[in-house]
Structure formats: structure tokens, C-alpha cells
T-cell receptor, first 111, second 116 residues
Framework: QKEVEQNSGPLSVPEGAIASLNCTYSDRGSQSFFWYRQYSGKSPELIMSIYSNGDKEDGRFTAQLNKASQYVSLLIRDSQPSDSATYLCAVTRGGYQKVTFGIGTKLQVIP | EAQVTQNPRYLITVTGKKLTVTCSQNMNHEYMSWYRQDPGLGLRQIYYSMNVEVTDKGDVPEGYKVSRKEKRNFPLILESPSPNQTSLYFC???????????????FGPGTRLTVL
């Protein structure tokens, strides 16, 4: 079992729809959770971080964390073609220990 | 401009020829890290450093060396590169406890390495 699992996609959604990206992790000691966006040929950039159970909203983005189910998700509302990228889930035990990334989900927003 | 820089950005080399990829950050971050990214395998951590002279292995350290003699620099050394080290490499830095956003990583632009 991989430590951090994501569906590689591609996930295709029409412009204006909600895109839902999911990630599960195996280490119950995980404390910090991140979503990074990576455009083709570019470096990852942070979209959201979440540390406690529940929802965290930032503009069109909402991260959801459920530590009991070892599940973290990212919702993108009103999806735009510019959101087309690969979204990477990253998990760490906190205090900057080893960071584990999922393989990423490729999102395609269709105009 | 606050940034992480890597050099070179592209490198083609031959098996066994020692090389160094440099990484530098100007944000006074405590933590630095190296990753490699391969299709189907995602980003995998090679080494990370919590402070000057403090480093630890990530998931795939074999064939790599690092050093952290100064806070701003974290070079990646391949002493005897092999074709299976052909990959896209990213350096990243993290503020650390003093920076507020303890765990957020800032990535460099990447170095595409080909070993023939």
C-alpha cells in the first residue's frame, strides 16, 4: 500500500463545475496536509494547507480533512480552464519530518 | 525577489561523471529538501536538511549526497551518476518554526538531468 494515494486521472470537468480531488494516507501519525498545484513543466506551488479536521476555505478552494478516515480532499468551485494542472497531495508528521507526496491527479477543465 | 534557485536547469552527462546541482534560497529558511520526479512515481524525497550540518535521508537517498554548510545553500551531489538517475529534480525550502508557516515548501524551478 502506498503511503499517500491519489487517482492519477485525468479528471475532466466542464468549466464552471466543481472539481473534487481526493487523497488517502496510511500514516496515522500524520499532522500536516498540503495540496500543491503543478502546471506541466513547472514546479509545484502551494494551494492549501490543513492541519485539523474539518473544512478550510480560501477563495474557490476548500480543503477537507478527516483524520479518522485518513482522508483529505480538495474542492475547486467554479472551475476554470486555468485550473487545468496536476494536483499533488502531500503529507508529513509535522515539525518538518519526511514529506510524502502522492502521484498527483491531473485535472482537465473543459471550456 | 524571494526565491529558490537551482543550477543548472538542464544537464546531459555520461555515466560515472561526478556532478553537482546547486540550490540556493534567499528567504533565510531553516529547512531544505531535494526531490526527484518521475512519471508514474510522483515526487519522491531524496534528502532533507533541518539546519546547517543537519541532514537526513528521504525515501530514495541511494546514489546521492548532500551537504549543508551554509543556511542558504544545499547542493545535491551525484558522485557516479547512472542512467536510472535520469529525472527532474526539485529543490525546496521551508521557513521552519520561526517563519510562521512551518511546513509550507517553496520549490525551485527544477533541473532536468539526463544520464547517458
Amino acid at each position: 500500500q502506498k503511503e499517500v494515494e491519489q487517482n492519477s486521472g485525468p479528471l475532466s470537468v466542464p468549466e464552471g463545475a466543481i472539481a473534487s480531488l481526493n487523497c488517502t494516507y496510511s500514516d496515522r501519525g500524520s499532522q500536516s496536509f498540503f495540496w500543491y498545484r503543478q502546471y506541466s513543466g513547472k514546479s509545484p506551488e502551494l494551494i492549501m494547507s490543513i492541519y485539523s479536521n474539518g473544512d478550510k476555505e480560501d477563495g474557490r478552494f476548500t480543503a477537507q480533512l478527516n483524520k479518522a478516515s485518513q482522508y483529505v480532499s480538495l474542492l475547486i468551485r467554479d472551475s476554470q480552464p486555468s485550473d487545468s494542472a496536476t494536483y499533488l497531495c502531500a503529507v508529513t508528521r509535522g515539525g518538518y519530518q519526511k514529506v510524502t507526496f502522492g502521484i498527483g491527479t491531473k485535472l482537465q477543465v473543459i471550456p | 525577489e524571494a526565491q529558490v534557485t537551482q543550477n543548472p536547469r538542464y544537464l546531459i552527462t555520461v555515466t560515472g561523471k561526478k556532478l553537482t546541482v546547486t540550490c540556493s534560497q534567499n528567504m533565510n529558511h531553516e529547512y531544505m529538501s531535494w526531490y526527484r520526479q518521475d512519471p508514474g512515481l510522483g515526487l519522491r524525497q531524496i534528502y532533507y536538511s533541518m539546519n546547517v550540518e543537519v541532514t537526513d535521508k528521504g525515501d530514495v537517498p541511494e546514489g546521492y549526497k548532500v551537504s549543508r554548510k551554509e543556511k542558504r545553500n544545499f547542493p545535491l551531489i551525484l558522485e557516479s551518476p547512472s542512467p536510472n538517475q535520469t529525472s527532474l529534480y526539485f529543490c525546496a525550502s521551508t521557513p521552519g518554526l520561526a517563519g510562521g508557516y512551518e511546513d509550507e515548501q517553496f520549490f525551485g524551478p527544477g533541473t532536468r538531468l539526463t544520464v547517458l
